[in-house]
């Protein structure tokens, strides 16, 4: 048995736990980048410079939610092209995503860099703060393609069972962001713009790197003939990758809308609102890794032809979720205080500790939720049954925007957070009767 092929052949539980870790380190690593810059422009620069980021974070989510959408779609590809040792299909399906999603990318780049100041104001950002957060897309999306590149290489690494590869460039780009964050804004002054050429350097120097290594691992696979773009993989690749970036995104998406309605609060509640979000993207981590650990051994397993070992291990990823639940629970409950002021400072309003707090307080009790929606997503990502989780992330996205548009003029801010269990208990449910039909398990 090839040592990377443990999803089709080790105990369930622990062949997802191992694939998993890994995933979840480079997932941490992942938010450190703009974790970093919303900590350091925080402490250094002021609390408006942190809601400057953090207005502009909504934006830039939705284009990672794409990018990392669109591994994940492309991944499934590869993982059954690898799980069948059809190493010419495999090749192809690489270089088509890398190629496809690399034009995307340019437009997308192209699009977000001319309209990031009428994008602004249609998200109602505070005047305040607007021509930082403009200042700070512009340079983010100069540097789009490089984050393309990372994460689609990323997800064919987790697709041919090497996760530690990621994880491995992740910790020293974001290291290296780290040390470009500290010398451009606390050292040179730079401020915002610092930290947004920071990101930029350090991910663009990662997927270089990423892409190289990736050449050598293909190149040791014997193929007697592959292509550089096949018109059949790229058909093939949109059908999953659609519906992938929908799953992905919906977050996002609603992150965004809902980001002008917490904008009409002032940017005090808005630095509140955008540690108490940051925190929460970190302690999805977890969650998203278990769902897209699922999406793999799924396709594997069942291009092997090994239906059941997805249902055991669907089981086992119920128990993952729920221990890192109560983690994250106790984290946020008992240092809920500490961790919204590594964002703010001594400095900050109490309007802002108040509002990251309560923000932290309310979700610590939830992300169990989102955990089993993310791995019964992820069971249905992997067998190609798209429909249905497409359908339960697009409720979860209606419920979440609709509510907080309604809710919120007449309770508050806190109406933003309050929908958010809601919306996943919804999207949760939606899947879980999809998943119970077994129509994944003819898809492979």
């Known amino acids: 048995m090839s040592d990377r092929e443990y999803l089709i052949h080790d105990v369930p539980w622990k062949a997802l736990l191992v694939f998993s870790l890994p995933m979840m380190l480079g997932n941490l690593f992942q938010q450190l980048y703009t974790m970093t810059d919303s900590v350091i422009v925080g402490r250094f620069v002021g609390e408006k410079a942190l809601a400057a980021v953090g207005a502009s974070y909504s934006l830039t989510s939705v284009f990672i939610a794409v990018a990392i959408g669109g591994g994940v779609g492309s991944s499934v590809l590869v993982s059954r092209a690898f799980g069948s040792r059809r190493y010419d299909e495999l090749k192809t399906a690489v270089c088509t995503s890398l190629l496809s999603f690399l034009v995307l990318s340019l437009l997308l780049s192209a699009f977000g860099y001319a309209f ?184 594997q397993n069942l291009g092997a032809r090994n239906e059941e070992r997805v249902s055991i291990g669907y089981r086992s990823s119920y128990w993952m979720v729920l221990f890192f639940a109560v983690v994250i629970c106790l984290a946020f409950e008992l240092f809920s205080v500490p961790l919204v002021g590594m964002f703010i400072g001594g400095s900050g309003t109490d309007l802002a500790y108040g509002t990251g707090v309560s923000y932290l307080r309310f979700m610590g009790w939830f992300f169990a939720i989102i955990g089993f929606k993310m791995a019964t997503d992820g069971v249905l990502r992997g067998s190609g049954d798209v429909k249905v989780f497409t359908a339960a992330n697009l409720a979860n996205l209606g419920t979440r925007v609709a509510f907080s548009f309604i809710l919120a003029p007449v309770i508050g801010v806190a109406a933003v957070w309050y929908i958010v269990p809601v919306g996943w208990l919804i999207n949760w449910g939606i899947s879980f009767i999809g998943y119970r039909r077994g129509i994944w398990r003819n898809e492979g």
Do not use: K
Request: aromatic share 10%.
């Open 116 to 299: 990031s100041d009428g994008i602004m104001r249609l998200l109602n950002t505070p005047e305040d703060i607007h021509a930082d957060a403009v200042l700070y897309l512009r340079i983010y999306f100069l540097g789009l393609p490089f984050l393309f590149m990372y994460n689609i290489l990323s997800s064919v690494f987790n697709a041919l069972g090497r996760s530690r590869i990621p994880l491995y460039f992740l910790i020293f780009s974001s290291l290296l962001n780290v040390a470009l964050d500290l010398l451009m804004v606390a050292v040179l002054g730079q401020g915002i713009a610092g930290a947004a050429w920071a990101t930029l350097i350090a991910q663009g120097i990662s997927a270089c790197f990423s892409f190289a290594v990736l050449m050598r691992t293909l190149s040791g696979m014997e193929s007697a003939r592959s292509r550089i773009f096949d018109s059949g993989a790229f058909g093939r690749m949109v059908v999953l990758a659609i519906p992938s970036i929908l799953q992905q995104s919906t977050v996002s998406i609603g992150m965004m809308l809902v980001q002008s309605v917490v904008n009409g609060f002032g940017s005090q509640v808005l630095a509140g609102y955008s540690a108490g979000m940051r925190l929460e993207n970190i302690a999805t981590v977890p969650m998203v890794s278990i769902g897209n650990a699922m999406s793999s051994y799924t396709a």
